[in-house]
C-alpha cells in the first residue's frame, strides 16, 4: 500500500512539475532574445541620439569610433544612401522601419538583426545591428540544466515527504493488522493503541471494544457450560443409583450401559460446548503420535470385538496446525463411528501420510457395508440413529487448520474419512 502512495504522490508531483517546467523551459529561450534585444538597444541608443548632431561628412568617423569598441557593430545608410559600418543595403524591414518610424528586429542568416529609423542632418536614415545566434543562446543551456536539477530536486523531496506521510498513515493500519492478527490466533487480550487520523483511530477503538466483547461473551459461555456440567451431573447420578438398586441383573446390566453411554454423551456435550474456546487458536502437534496413542487406546476394545486392526503411522513427526487434544476428539469420533455402525469382527485401518501439499492426511477405513447411497453428512444428522455429530467434529477440526475431510470407499470395501490437515506456517 506504501508504494501505492508513493506512486499517486510521484505521479501528482511529476504532473505538477511538467506544468510549471515546460511552459518555464521556452520562456528561458524567450527570455534570453529578450535579454539581448534590451542589450542590443541600450548599447545602440547613444550613438543614434548622437547622429541627429552629426554633420554628414563626419557619420562614417563617428560610426567607425563607436564600431571600434562596441560588442554589436552598426550599420548606418543615410539619407542619400551612403553606407558607413559593415556592408548592408536596405531592405524591407529597412523600409518598413523608415515608413512606420519605429525600430524593428528580424532574423537573418547573419541572426537576430535591428533595424532603427535615425534622424539625420541631411534627412532619414536608418540604422542596422545584429546580434549573433550564440549571444541569442547564452546561458539558456545553462538555465534549462538548472530547471531539470530543480524538478528532480523537487520530485524527490516530494517523495521523501510522502514516504513519511505514508509511514505514519500506514503505521496505524499496521498496528490494527496486528493486533486482528493476535486476536485471530486466539491472543483475546491482545489491544491496539488509537492513533493516526480520526478514522483509523476510530476502528482501533471498534476493534478494542470487539475484542472485550468477545472476551466477555466466551467468559459467560464458559460460566454456563460449569452450571450446565453441575446441572446434567446431578440427574445422571442419581439415575446411576436408581439403576444400581434394580434386582434384576440384566435389565441393571442393560440400564447401566445406557447410563454410561448417556454420561458419555453429556462429556462429549460438555466438550463440545468448550470448543469455541480453542477453536481459532494458533496450535500444533505430532499427529503421527496423537493417532498412535488413540490406536492404543481403541485396540483393547478392538480386541474384545475381535477386529483386526491396520495402523499404517509414518515414523517421521507429521506436525498439523491443530491442538492434540482436537485431533484426538476428532479421531475419537471416526473411530466411534467405526465401533458403532460395523459388526464386530470388522477390520479397519488407520494410516498417517503426507497428503497433497500442504496437508499431512490421517486415514480411516472400515470393511464395513459402507455408507448409504446419498448418505448426508452434516451436522445433526445421522444414517443410524445417532447424533450425527461425529463426521462433523472430524470436519470442523479439519477445516480449523485450513484442511478438509473427505469421505470415499475404502479399499476394504467400507468407507474411507480422510482428514487433510494443514501444516503449521513458517
Known sequence: MRRRILVTIAATALLVLIAFLVPLWYLVRQFAIERAQNNLVVEVQPLVAAL???????????????NSTATHPVSVIDASGRLSGPAWSKDAAARLALRDQRAVFVETDAGLALVEPVALEDGPGVLRAVVPPEELASGVSRARAALLVLGIALLALALLVGNFLARSFLRPIADLSHTAEQLASGDLSARVVPGGPPEISDVGSLLNRLAGRISDLLRGERESVADLAHRLRTPVTALRLDVDSISNPEERARLADSVDRLEIMVDHVIREARRPVREGVTAECDAAAVVRERIDFWKVLADEQERRVVADISAHPCPVR?????????????????????????????????GPQPFHTIEVDDAGAGLPQGAVLDRGHSQAGSTGLGLDIARRTAEASGGELVVGRSTLGGTAIMLHLGRPTD
Open 52 to 66: 541627429a548632431f552629426t554633420p554628414a561628412s563626419e557619420i562614417a568617423s563617428s560610426v567607425a569610433d563607436f
Open 322 to 354: 491443530v491442538a492434540a487434544v482436537d485431533l484426538a476428539d476428532a479421531l475419537d469420533a471416526l473411530l466411534g463411528n467405526v465401533f458403532a455402525h460395523t459388526p464386530d469382527g470388522t477390520r479397519f485401518a488407520v494410516r498417517v501420510h503426507d
